[in-house]
């Protein structure tokens, strides 16, 4: 139970083994401390994972979190994350999703759901009102997300007598099959990263599906409606999230990303794509789209709907675009759409797919390894993810990620992963503070999780990417921001909102270019504020998140308080990750990105990692080993 509106306060942990379950205590203290979400999700892990347990053990858990936000109308406010041990990694990851699995959850009655063991038999659950029902599921085996999504609505539909409204999560042939990029697939939404479908997969659990009739309370209904009015229309006005993104999605920044050299390209040798404009955000826009559409209460809707097969799917995002277009020389845009369905609905993640693809097409290229790929060669790539999905041949090696195949092969230098896990899109040798970002981020090569300051080096911001100063304070406050953010249970796109409209719409004015310039040398201020965040006692409305949180829960949040939230939830993540090995030596990028010019006659594109390492870990108060000291931990309350 709790006093807190906005959540259901029951947080569930079932044992598939058993059969059994039991209410897991979390509380109020705990929900003050960790609000919800992927923070919620690493307390979890670490009160419960010692450092022995293996991704595919039956007891790694898997913890599915909303926030208290989701499902109360708050804009984007959807989402929910599934937090585990990652195949890909080996250590703790969490891959945030859409669709309406969260909203759905919390009808249930659920904030949480803890799933330890592993089933006898493939297996899908029914969560009804908090009760929950084991469903064989081996009629199931090797459907696709699509089709497994369709069969369990007919069952469920048959089995009350009418149509069920529910929410559901899936795995594909990918999951089942244990491919360590496997995703697990919500709707059309997929929680791509870190393999969480393969954990699925190894506990033979193939499918939640989740109803009731429980509404969470909001604290203040005329105070929340009033500043959700306000907030839905600054979103609707501001460039990015009222004009960019419905419009195009992510995909509208390839274009900005070719000018500044941060499109990857030919496996990240390169920041341009001759051909960019082929696979652009724009020619998405003008040649394919149908229409645009969105998850649950989101008003800024940014999925892009296309023709595929004679269907309306879902678009491919930036990521997707980036990386199976110029990262493996492919200028065909409707081939990459395609692509994307058949990856989500194989239940495989896009960005881990094409970055292992591209690996592969330069190991041939260098007779490291043939698996027959070659960068601009395309034509049989549909046939090599169906591979991979069911491990069959060439299939079963590329499941397995570029990280160990270059460990197995050679290549190491250009496995452009971090802890194993793939980087995202953006080329960071002329976003430094973004390569910084991918080394230091908790679940490995993840742009968001990284703290995502390719926005202020040239996406959103102009401020200068090749120099490190004030980056390691930067890629910390932001990190801490966007943890607390997703925490809620809101999307992180709405924080596009944060970057001031007049920098956006006009980038080159005399205000603007004198803000891009003053930005890096604000290290040491922003490093006050990340000590003593609480110096902050107020809320201010380009950072709407606490006072949202406020409205809805009654909990009272300052802005620092708040941030402090987001960095307590980066440390307790970290402390788990600890346990399972990991130091300063696991923060590394590739050697092409730290040791090869992007432009050889430029000597500053290239990322001084280790430079600004040293200073991020002084920034966030941990050991030169990169770790939080007993002291640290104690200090924001997490021992
Ligand atoms: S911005 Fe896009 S991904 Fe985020 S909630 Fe809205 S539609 Fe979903």
Redesign the pocket.
């Known amino acids: 139970m709790t006093n807190y509106c906005g959540y259901m306060g029951k947080v569930l942990l079932l044992d598939l083994g058993t059969h059994t379950a039991e209410n897991y205590i979390w509380t109020d203290l705990d929900r003050e401390k960790y609000i919800g979400g992927k923070a919620m999700a690493s307390k979890i892990l670490y009160d419960n994972l010692t450092g022995a347990e293996k991704p595919f053990d039956p007891e790694n858990l898997i913890v599915i979190a909303t926030g208290p936000l989701t499902g109360t109308g708050a804009p984007?406010s959807?989402?929910f994350d599934i937090s585990s041990l990652s195949p890909l990694t080996g250590i703790t990851s969490s891959s945030n999703c859409?669709g309406n699995f969260g909203h759905y959850l919390k009808k249930a009655g659920l904030d949480a759901l803890i799933i330890r063991g592993t089933c006898e038999k493939l297996s899908w659950i029914e969560i009804n009102n908090g009760e929950f029902i084991f469903h064989d599921a081996r009629e199931l085996r090797d459907l696709k997300c699509g089709e497994t999504q369709a069969a369990l609505q007919e069952k469920l539909n048959a089995e009350h007598g009418k149509k069920v409204s529910c929410g559901m999560v899936c795995i594909g042939p990918a999951g089942e099959n244990l491919v360590r990029y496997a995703s697990v697939i919500s709707g059309e939404r997929a929680a791509g990263r870190a393999g969480m479908g393969a954990v699925f997969g190894s506990k033979n659990l193939k499918a939640i599906t989740a109803a009731g009739d429980a509404v969470p309370s909001i604290y203040d209904k005329e105070g929340a409606a009033a500043h959700r009015k306000k907030w839905v229309n600054y979103i609707r006005r501001h460039p990015l999230t009222g004009e960019q993104?419905p419009k195009m999605g992510t995909a509208g920044l390839v274009s900005s990303m070719q000018v500044h050299g941060l499109l990857s390209t030919r496996n990240y040798a390169r920041g341009q794509f001759e051909q960019f404009e082929a696979v652009s955000g724009e020619a998405l826009a003008e040649e394919l789209t149908v229409t645009n559409s969105?998850?649950l209460s989101?008003p800024?809707?940014?999925?892009r709907r296309v023709p595929v097969d004679g269907k309306t799917v879902k678009g491919p995002e930036l990521e997707t675009l980036g990386l199976l277009g110029g990262n493996i020389e492919n200028a065909n845009l409707e081939q990459i759409c395609h692509w994307n369905y058949e990856l989500d609905e194989l239940g495989m993640d896009t960005i881990s797919t094409a970055g292992t693809i591209a690996w592969a097409m330069e190991a041939g290229e260098k007779g490291l390894w043939e698996s027959g790929l070659r960068f601009g060669e395309t034509e049989g790539l549909s046939k090599i993810f169906d591979d991979i999905a069911h491990r069959r041949g060439i299939g079963a090696e590329l499941a397995e990620g570029s990280k160990r195949l270059s460990e197995k092969y050679g290549g190491k230098d250009f496995a452009i992963q971090s802890k194993g896990m793939e980087l995202a899109a953006y080329e960071p040798r002329r976003a430094v503070g973004q390569g910084l970002g991918y080394a230091v981020a908790n679940r490995g090569g993840c742009h968001l999780n990284g703290g995502y300051l390719v926005v202020l080096e040239g996406l959103g911001m102009n401020v200068n990417g090749q120099t490190p100063h004030g980056k390691a304070d930067l890629c910390m406050v932001m990190q801490d921001l966007m943890e607390a953010i997703s925490c809620g249970g809101q999307?992180l796109?709405?924080s596009y909102g944060v970057v001031p409209a007049f920098m956006v719409r006009n980038p080159n004015g005399i205000l603007q270019r004198a803000v891009n310039a003053i930005v890096p040398f604000m290290g040491p201020a922003v490093r006050i504020y990340n000590k003593i965040p609480e110096i902050a006692c107020f809320n201010i409305p380009l950072i709407p998140y606490p006072t949202e949180l406020r409205y809805t829960t009654g909990m009272k949040l300052t802005l620092g308080e708040f941030t402090r939230i987001g960095e307590r939830s980066y440390n307790v993540e970290r402390a788990v990750n600890a346990r399972f090995g990991v130091s300063a030596a696991n923060d590394k990028l590739p050697k092409r990105l730290t040791d090869t010019l992007q432009d050889p006659g430029n000597p500053k594109t290239r990322v001084p990692l280790e430079q600004m390492k040293r200073t991020y870990y002084r920034a966030r108060g941990w050991g030169k080993n990169g770790l939080p000291g007993e002291k640290k931990l104690r200090r924001l309350g997490i021992r």
């Open positions: 984007s959807n989402r859409g993104l969105g998850c989101c800024i809707r940014c999925t999307c796109f709405t």
